[in-house]
Each structure stands twice: as structure tokens, then as C-alpha cells.
């Protein structure tokens, strides 16, 4: 191990641990350096901390500010980011924030927080003017054809109907008692250039609509779908995904 | 040795621009505010198409200076190619005026540790960004540029000044410098050193862009009863930081200038006359050099 090798190990355990005393021997810098090492342990923490919260404000608001903080704090240090680009970072903190005690009861935190992550992805996603039943069919003229569907959007199944509580966070119209029972919620999560909406199919709509975005053919995913509800109308259900612009490109098999 | 390739089109004019942060890029794209160059962080625009289409139409009207924040030259344990890809296809899009980063290290193996992290001032370092920042100019086929960083603590195996670091850093590699003006005076209070004589020693030649950003002052935790200057970019130039651009301009002439305001964003016009501020410090050292907007 090289000397700077070693060097970095030490002072990204100060940052990310904040244990500073490893690299007292290193440093120089006042009286006490490793005082000073700690202000990037200070900073690491607290843009973290502050981009998680950013991220999740409605994970916020259902289980509070001190609860997701203090989950926040743990969470840099146990899961550093693993790029530089910020906006990928806690895509797991719903998770791990579900998992901490005293949550672990709420059983939909983790699909509530996963919902307001493709949110916030679908947010800043670009869309492309959807393409019309006619260029469609002209291109589509194969069995094996598949479509592309719109980059902003996204596929959520949860066991709890935790689109209608995101829906009474972004309304601030929460009642003041709220029972959530625990139903299927087959939700489609569609935005681009700082809009979106959340929208709940039924489940063989949605299984129909994730497996053409895999890159399923149509006649694969309109099966697919038959097999959740075997009077499933694939004619009908293209028609409407096509008529919301959600079908970007066409792909015949070679 | 690598010197980056391909030239840039435009070249940043020699007045100060700003920071542009995601809150304000909206606003440019539909004012057009007189500003004559911005500066982007490619990092915050990675995972955000929404933000990049808004950033290409800021480059079809502005010269773009891009400052990585994550490409961690300093780094023991190698580049990240992947990371360099993705900032690579940014600048493909916008053809910048500039590129570059800074003498730091920010990333260990698998994990992104969000800050400018020091180094040990030393041969073997010398050595290691030198070859890094050609491993860097190659993989986005131009120059990169380099910035002196904000310091609180220092190594004591260092066996060079910052000054006669960057000096050797620009010898070996050949690349050019920017010169965080703040940074200097910011360091020069934490660890005790002259920030003129520190500018004097600087290779000037190098010095492509003068940088200007806020810090704020706390209490120094190392020391009782001293202070520490804190790099939050979260405040406006301060007095000490303005002179020492000024001296700096009349030892190395006046060079494009970027004011950095990263943390508390203002609203745009407040950068912006922090801009017009540095274009009339330069005018007044400079006489008859008046920046137009």
C-alpha cells in the first residue's frame, strides 16, 4: 500500500466515519488538526443529510423530520454515494428507513418512499411527442415488434394504496385520521420537464404496459397480460396507451 | 505527456461570469441576463435530461466554462472512467470554452465522498496528478484545467509549498491553472502563510481563470480563541478576498473570473452584481479595460 494510499484511507475514515484520531499523526493545521479534519466529516454528512431530505419530502411529512434525519445520518455513513452525481444517491433510503425501529410496522414505508423516487426521476426526464396510431401500425407490421415507451415513466406495484397518500401530500389536504388498507396498487408514475402524474390501472393494464417498457413484443405482453385477466382486450389497451403519447419510438425485429 | 486535444470554439472573455446553479437555469434560458459567460458543475447534470436540454440551449447563447466537482485527480486508487464517460458526453453537447477541476481527491474505491478532500504536497503526488490530468485531457479530448484548493489541514510529510506544488504539477503535465482567489486568501488565514507572496509564486503564465467565492468565518475548533475561514460559497466575496484579486490582476493581468455561489443560492441578479463588482476591481487596476456586457 502506497503512502497516499494509506493516507486516503485514514481521512475517508474521518469523513465518512468521523473518526479523525487515525490521521492525528499525519496532520498539520492549529493545535489540534484532526478538530479541523472533522469539518469534512461535518460537511459530508450534512449535504447528505440535506440531499436525502431534499429528495424525499413527502417521506418527511408521513413519518417527520426528526424520524427520516436521524435515519439519514446513518444511512451516509453505512451507504456513501457511489457516483458523483448526487441525484442517484438514496435510491435505497426508503428502505433502509423502513427497516428502522419503530417504523418496521408501517408496512408501506418502502413502497410510499420507492413511489416518491420514480417521482422525482420521472420529474426531470424528457419526453418526445408520442407517436400516432398510423406510424405505429406502418412500423409495427411484425409479430416481434416492440415499442419504446416514454423515458418518464415508471411502473410501481405496492401492496398499499400509497398513491393516495402521496395524493394528500402534494394536495396538503390530509384528513386528520386516515385508515390506509392494505390493497394491490398498480400505479404508472408519468412526467417530464418538472411535471407528472400518478395514475392507478388495473392489473392487467399495468402488467400489459411494464412489459411492453421491458421491451416485451406486443403480442407478448398483450399474453402476458391475458394471464391476469383473460378478457384482457390488447387492441383496446394499445389504443389508450397510444392515445396518452406514451408510445416514443417503434422497434421491428431485424 | 498529454495536453488535451481538441480546441475549444469560444473562448471565455476576460470579464467575470457566474455560477450557474439548476435553481436559476429556467430563468437564463427565458431572460438571457448580460452575463458574459457561465460556469457549470457537469456532475449536477448527469442524471437530469431535463436540465441538460435547458443547459444546451444556455450554450447556443453563452460561452460555458464546466467545473467537475467528481473527477478526483487526487485519488490513489485510480480514475473512474465511467464517471469520465458521462462528463465526456455532456461537454460533446455543449462544446465548452473551458474545462477543469481541482487539486483534491473526492472518490475511494466504490464510494463518492461529496467534498474536495487535501493532499500531501510531495514528488510522488506531483507524479500521480500528472499522470492522472493527461488520463483526463485524453478521455475528453481536451484540456483540463486545475484549481488550488481551500485548505484547513495540511500533512506533515509534505515536502513542497501549494505554490511550488502547482508550479511542478504544471511543469510535469502541462496543463494550466486556475486561480481560486478566495481559496488562497481562505488557506493562507487557516494554515498561516503570506496570500501575497503565495500569489507571487504562482507559474502565471498557467493562469487561465481567476475564481471568487464566499467563505465563512467560526470558531477555529483546532485552536481556542482563534478563527477559522470555512469554503461555503454561501456568502458574498469578502473585502480581504476582492484585494487580493486586485493584486492579482496587477501582477498577472486580467483574466476571465468566475463567481462561485454554490450553497444559500441568491436570486440571479445578486450574482450578477458580484460579476459587474470583479469587471470594475479589474477596470480599476487595469485602466481603460472595461469588460462590455
Known amino acids: ?254 | 505527456m498529454s495536453t488535451g486535444g481538441q480546441p475549444t470554439t469560444r473562448p471565455l472573455p476576460a470579464s467575470a461570469g457566474v455560477g450557474l446553479r439548476l435553481p436559476h437555469l429556467a430563468e437564463v434560458v427565458a431572460t438571457r441576463p448580460p452575463v458574459p459567460w457561465f460556469e457549470i458543475h457537469p456532475e449536477t447534470f448527469l442524471a437530469n435530461p431535463h436540465a441538460v436540454e435547458l443547459l444546451v440551449q444556455v450554450a447556443e447563447h453563452y460561452p460555458v466554462s464546466v467545473h467537475t466537482v467528481g473527477v478526483s485527480i487526487g485519488s490513489a486508487h485510480g480514475l473512474d472512467r465511467d464517471h469520465l464517460r458521462r462528463v465526456r458526453a455532456i461537454i460533446d453537447l455543449i462544446n465548452p470554452s473551458a474545462v477543469s477541476g481541482h487539486v483534491a481527491w473526492s472518490t475511494h474505491p466504490g464510494e463518492y465522498l461529496n467534498d474536495l478532500l487535501p493532499l500531501p504536497y510531495d514528488e510522488a503526488t506531483v507524479a500521480l496528478l500528472g499522470d492522472h490530468i493527461g488520463q483526463v485531457q485524453d478521455a475528453l479530448d481536451r484540456p483540463y484545467l486545475v484549481e488550488n484548493p481551500s485548505s484547513y489541514v495540511g500533512f506533515l510529510g509534505s515536502t513542497m509549498s501549494e505554490p511550488e506544488f502547482l508550479s511542478a504539477l504544471v511543469r510535469r503535465s502541462g496543463c494550466q491553472l486556475v486561480c481560486d482567489i478566495s481559496n488562497i486568501h481562505l488557506s493562507s488565514r487557516n494554515m498561516g502563510f503570506d496570500a501575497r507572496r503565495y500569489v507571487d509564486e504562482l507559474p502565471g503564465d498557467a493562469i487561465r481563470e481567476f475564481h471568487l467565492g464566499g467563505y465563512e468565518a467560526e470558531d477555529d475548533p483546532a485552536t481556542p480563541g482563534a478563527t477559522l475561514l470555512v469554503d461555503t460559497h454561501g456568502t458574498p466575496v469578502s473585502d480581504p478576498a476582492w484585494d487580493l484579486y486586485a493584486y492579482a490582476i496587477r501582477r498577472f493581468g486580467i483574466r476571465p473570473t468566475l463567481i462561485e455561489w454554490d450553497n444559500e443560492l441568491p436570486p440571479l441578479a445578486t450574482l450578477i452584481g458580484e460579476a459587474r463588482r470583479a469587471d470594475r476591481v479589474a477596470a480599476s487596476v487595469v485602466p481603460g479595460n472595461v469588460p462590455a456586457h
Open chain 1, 1 to 254: 500500500m502506497s503512502p497516499l494510499t494509506e493516507t486516503q484511507r485514514l481521512v475517508r475514515r474521518a469523513v465518512v466515519l468521523g473518526d479523525t484520531e487515525a490521521a492525528r499523526a499525519l496532520l498539520v493545521g492549529g493545535e489540534d488538526p484532526t478538530k479541523r479534519l472533522a469539518i469534512h466529516h461535518r460537511h459530508y454528512r450534512a449535504s447528505l443529510v440535506r440531499t436525502l431530505l431534499d429528495r424525499f419530502p413527502a417521506l418527511t411529512w408521513l413519518v417527520g423530520s426528526e424520524a427520516v434525519t436521524s435515519a439519514a445520518i446513518s444511512y451516509v455513513t453505512e451507504h456513501p454515494p457511489i457516483t458523483p452525481s448526487l441525484s442517484e444517491f438514496g435510491q435505497s433510503f426508503p428502505t433502509y428507513l423502513a427497516e428502522r425501529p419503530g417504523l418496521d410496522a408501517l408496512g408501506y414505508l418502502t413502497a410510499f418512499g420507492e413511489l416518491e423516487w420514480h417521482v422525482g426521476t420521472v420529474s426531470i426526464a424528457v419526453d418526445v411527442p408520442g407517436l400516432t396510431i398510423e406510424s405505429i401500425v406502418a412500423a409495427a407490421n411484425q409479430d416481434d415488434a416492440t415499442l419504446a415507451l416514454q423515458p418518464g415513466v415508471r411502473y410501481v406495484h405496492a401492496a398499499w394504496p400509497v398513491h393516495e397518500l402521496m395524493r394528500f401530500f402534494l394536495s396538503g389536504s390530509a384528513p386528520d385520521r386516515y385508515e390506509l388498507r392494505r390493497e394491490d396498487a398498480w400505479i404508472e408514475v408519468r412526467g417530464a420537464r418538472g411535471e407528472f402524474h400518478i395514475h392507478s390501472l388495473d392489473a392487467s393494464a399495468w402488467v400489459f404496459r411494464r412489459e411492453l417498457q421491458a421491451g416485451k413484443s406486443i403480442a407478448s405482453a398483450a399474453e402476458i397480460a391475458a394471464d391476469v385477466d383473460a378478457g384482457f382486450d390488447a387492441g383496446a389497451a394499445l389504443g389508450r396507451i397510444i392515445a396518452a403519447g406514451l408510445v416514443a419510438a417503434v422497434h421491428s425485429a431485424e
